[in-house]
């Protein structure tokens, strides 16, 4: 999430207590007090509800410091309490792994995996090039897994467990390799598909989305073969070939484990990151775990008109009554609510905080239509989990200069709130429009995915995982805004997760689809270091 002005975070906070009655401010008081005191011992290690670290984890890894509900790692079990207990930046975890997974990503990175709806746009051997360098690079993977090929060029690993019961706790990984478009007219610090090493990153398209989630894992997987290491239950492993556009290979591989009767225990796939400033007032990075996304709706905007010499327009042509519409979405958005986990997420990092935000977010009842409104201030990333937001994405009108637009069309992409669904936003956006000259047309469309839990043993795992890759951070569940390949697996799972566990602050997360997409050497060695306590917990 995007860091806001303190200060204007401030005004909000001081007017919520403005907003309490005396008798009432001390039972608010009292509650903001037993938070901070709850999330001084969780940090400091104290009532661990899971009993420690991941079972099967290393003599080294710290025992017993889970992440969730703001428990901190060793650097932070002698600080002060009260929201002082994270060294500001502590030294990274997995350091032994980062360089060589850099080195991997660095080439894979190379190859211009960009899928498209047209197959002849598509560059197949790109796609093959990155599959038999995957063959290379990871060598032990190939030999023990096995892998087939799920619609053209996705692929599905199946570890076999070795327990009697193998296939009763399955669990599902996933990533995928495809990448959207570089722009050649961006301005680029180094080529978008160089995967040049440089001032402690690796650049390029697909460093963090999403192949750098594709290298941690196969790089944890290939660690533990190299030990000898074999799960109790089966894992598999859905690499997806098409996220970006159609994603129709997650769907297929989903339905492939259905009529398998393969029922996954748990699925986790891409999402929310470990970000640094993620909200003011909280010192530690934030590990946000996706347990619910939004829907989608790709919605097509088209209007008529006679067209002809753009020297004798008309009033209110084509294009002047698209872009009126255009104006109607921006002008009226739709309306904010705050679903439970971003509750609950607030509530996390409120624990983990200054006094006056304690005093916010351990009295939700009070304070929860404020902080709903302050989100839709604090800034983009904060306002996109309240609402369902309109994103007018491309636009076309006249093919020439002088020649008036006989149509005008746009497409407005959609992203809708849990809790609400397509049908509903449809007749919004008809309802804002007002304009029956407007034809609109659903291109896609899907609604928000169930809420997962976050109070399982399967959320508890991840939270003790990131505790040991990323001690201190606070894991808290959070409403992904994007959408995921995992939406084709809520049908046969109850307990999806959204997760990448690589650290990032506000500029890197801004560089996702943009410029200068560029992942730290760092973070990869810390993201092996989850997935290999991940699969080690997992038993």
């Not at 080195?103 to 197959?119: K, N, W």
């Not at 909280?282 to 996706?290: D, H, N, S, W």
């Not at 304070?367 to 636009?395: Q, S, W």
């Not at 200069?401 to 992409?413: E, G, M, Q």
Request: charged share 20%; net charge neutral; proline share 6%.
């Amino acid at each position: 999430m995007k860091r806001a002005s303190a200060k204007s975070f401030n005004r909000a906070v001081a007017a919520a207590l403005a907003a309490g009655a005396a008798g009432t401010a001390a039972v608010m008081g009292a509650r903001a007090i037993r938070a901070g005191t709850d999330g001084a011992g969780q940090a400091r290690g104290d009532g661990d509800p899971a009993g420690g670290a991941p079972a099967g984890a290393p003599g080294g890894a710290p025992s017993g410091h889970a992440a969730g509900e703001g428990r901190a790692g060793p650097a932070a079990a002698q600080a002060p309490s009260g929201g002082r207990d994270f060294a500001s930046h502590p030294a990274p975890t997995g350091t032994e792994y980062a360089q060589p997974a850099a080195d991997r990503l660095t080439e894979l990175v190379r190859f211009r995996t960009v899928f498209s709806p047209r197959r002849d746009e598509i560059e197949l051997e790109e796609f093959t090039g990155f599959i038999a360098a995957l063959e290379r690079l990871y060598p032990a993977v190939h030999e023990s897994l096995e892998r087939e090929f799920v619609n053209g060029h996705a692929l599905l690993f199946k570890w076999q467990g070795s327990a009697p019961d193998a296939a009763a706790r399955p669990v599902v990984l996933m990533a995928h390799y495809d990448v959207v478009p570089v722009d050649p007219r961006d301005n680029w610090t180094w080529p978008g598909f160089s995967g040049r090493q440089e001032g402690g990153y690796v650049w390029g398209r697909g460093t963090l989305d999403d192949k750098g989630a594709v290298v941690v894992m196969l790089g944890a997987v290939e660690c533990l073969l190299d030990r000898g290491w074999t799960p109790a239950h089966d894992i598999y492993l859905s690499f997806g070939n098409n996220e970006e556009t159609a994603g129709d290979s997650a769907a297929a591989a989903a339905a492939l484990l259905y009529e398998r009767g393969v029922e996954p225990w748990m699925v986790l796939d891409e999402g929310g990151a470990v970000a640094e400033n993620a909200f003011p007032g909280l010192r530690p990075p934030a590990a946000v775990i996706g347990v619910a996304e939004k829907g989608i709706l790709n919605l097509e905007l088209l209007t008529r008109s006679p067209g002809g010499h753009a020297s004798t327009p008309p009033k209110m042509g084509a294009t002047a009554r698209l872009a009126r519409a255009i104006m109607a979405l921006e002008a009226q958005p739709f309306p904010q609510s705050m679903p439970g986990p971003v509750v609950e997420m607030l509530r996390r990092m409120g624990a983990r905080s200054g006094f006056g935000l304690r005093l916010v977010t351990s009295n939700m009842w009070a304070f929860r239509g404020l902080l709903t409104r302050l989100f839709d201030r604090l800034g983009d990333e904060t306002r996109a989990m309240i609402r369902t937001t309109v994103a007018v994405t491309e636009l076309e009108g006249s093919k020439g200069a002088n020649v008036l637009a006989s149509t005008a069309r746009a497409n407005a992409n959609i992203r809708i709130a849990v809790g609400e669904d397509v049908e509903g936003t449809l007749k919004r956006v008809r309802r804002i429009i007002d304009d029956r000259s407007i034809e609109l047309r659903v291109l896609e469309a899907h609604g928000p995915s169930p809420i997962s839990p976050f109070d399982n043993e399967q959320f508890d795992l991840l939270s003790r995982c990131v505790g040991v890759s990323h001690p201190g951070a606070v894991v808290t569940p959070y409403v992904q805004t994007g959408a995921t390949d995992s939406r084709h697996f809520t049908a046969i799972c109850p307990a999806v997760y959204r997760f990448s566990p690589l650290l990032m602050d506000a500029e890197d997360r801004a560089s996702i689809h943009a410029v200068n997409e560029k992942v730290r050497i760092s973070a990869l060695g810390a993201g092996v270091v989850f997935y290999r306590e991940l699969l080690k917990g997992l038993g």
